[in-house]
């Protein structure tokens, strides 16, 4: 099976053109390939195809093997493996996702290939119970949450996927593992959730990390970033257009206040191709 490993600022992913290759497990394969010590390595799988709805489609599948609605630094990789492999030519380039069809502007490099993408991400949602979250509330910004290590405050977004957000005064002090993995599995979410801690550095700089719903630690999440940007603006944090340092590089976030939309901009990069025989 041929397979593509890329990644956006060092959230990596195997990829699969299944126009190509037949995947007939893919919860069984992405637990598999994203071993770093026995398969590729990588946070997931993330597979291509073809698509009435837009250019190309994906699906993204985490380490443990459950399916992810959506992933920002992964749709990215997705529209620069279809335009540089000759997928479809599009720019803009429409990829349908389960979270919906999201649109991606391209630039391009010297070689001709993707060297970076903006997404539109579409709008927040930020009702509480279709995040979902088990509180009675309509939206849940800065609100209690009792762990182990401590009561937080925390503001919930859903972009397509449910995210947790909490500034801390200093995330290098945050036990990212264990408090990260314990908030995933809180009861207050019904559907797991993927947690974020962030630092403010003013109002136009913020800093994050992440531990992702299904994968555990990662260098970076998209559709993270982009709650965290809404996070920001509700909590009166920061403003509609921030950048956003993670672990494996920054992006750029906007939410937009015309059409509510955010946007999110960044690179993409392909590591290596080759044949899985596992």
């Known amino acids: 099976m041929r397979f593509t490993k890329m990644h956006g600022i060092g959230n990596d992913y195997v990829y699969i053109d299944t126009a190509a290759e037949a995947v007939l497990d893919p919860e069984a394969l992405a637990r598999k390939v994203s071993d ?18 837009g250019d190309v489609s994906m699906r993204i599948f985490n380490a443990d093997g ?25 720019n803009p380039m429409r990829v349908e996702t389960a979270a919906g069809v999201k649109t991606i502007d391209m630039v391009l490099g010297a070689d001709g ?8 991400m579409g709008e927040p949602e930020l009702y509480s119970q279709k995040i979902p979250v088990n ?23 859903s ?7 909490i500034f801390v005064d200093d995330i290098a002090a945050v ?20 947690v974020h801690f962030v630092q403010v550095r003013s109002r136009d700089e913020l800093a994050m990390r992440t531990w992702e719903r299904g994968s555990g630690v990662t260098l970076a ?10 996070a920001g603006v509700l909590t009166g944090r920061s403003g509609r257009d921030v950048l956003i340092h993670l672990g494996g590089g920054d992006l750029r976030l906007r939410w937009h206040e015309d059409n509510g939309h955010v ?3 960044g690179p993409a990069t392909e590591v290596f191709s080759g044949e899985w025989e596992g």
Request: charged residues 20%.
């Open 159 to 165: 972009m397509g996927n449910p995210h947790a957000v």
């Open 66 to 90: 459950s399916e992810a609605q959506m992933c920002g630094n992964g749709i990215r990789c997705v529209a620069k493996y279809a335009y540089d492999h000759g997928l479809s030519r599009a």
């Open 263 to 265: 946007y999110m901009t």
């Open 36 to 53: 770093r010590h026995f398969g590729i390595g990588g946070d997931g799988l993330i597979l291509i195809g073809r698509s009435q709805a």
């Open 175 to 194: 036990p990212l593992e264990s408090l990260g993995a314990e908030i995933e599995n809180h009861a207050l979410f019904p559907q797991r959730v993927n």
């Open 113 to 120: 290939k993707v060297a970076s993408a903006t997404v539109d």
């Open 221 to 230: 999440c998209g559709t993270g970033a982009s709650a965290v940007c809404v």
């Open 135 to 157: 509180l009675p509330l309509e939206r849940v910004v800065d609100e209690p949450i009792r762990t182990s290590r401590g009561d937080f405050r925390m503001t919930c977004v």
